[in-house]
């Protein structure tokens, strides 16, 4: 069973940045997919980014202003998220899975953390 926690979200002023964390526990880190999700209020949960070895995904509307990394010597990963719109707010997942590749959905991925709240101000 693994265990992931969020942390890092906040306010901002759109055009700021912020930093979440994932830390992870109860697994083999270093072998998971990881991938950082979103969700705004009446919406689906949709992919933002993801991480597995030295590959990483984006999703279109995040490329060039989010980057996902991982530590894996601290079972933590990131999202530096820079150059906030107010779309971007929602609530943001971590979430790990098992799988070789990257999956861009919600269904590749087995374990979640409980989210944390991003909201950016215009």
């Known amino acids: 069973q693994v265990q992931l926690v969020e942390s890092g979200g906040g306010l901002v002023q759109a055009g700021g940045s912020l930093r979440l964390s994932c830390a992870a526990s109860g697994g083999s880190f270093s072998s998971y997919v990881m991938g950082w999700f979103r969700q705004a209020p009446g919406k689906d949960r949709e992919f933002v980014a993801g991480?597995?070895?030295?590959?990483?995904y984006y999703t279109e509307s995040v490329k060039g202003r989010f980057t996902i990394s991982r530590d894996n010597a601290k079972n933590t990963v990131y999202l530096q998220m820079n150059s906030l719109k107010p779309e971007d707010t929602a609530v943001y997942y971590c979430a790990a899975g098992q799988t070789l590749m990257v999956p861009t959905t919600k269904y590749g991925y087995k374990y979640w953390g409980q989210g944390t709240q991003v909201t950016v101000s215009s």
């Open positions: 991480i597995f070895g030295a590959r990483t």
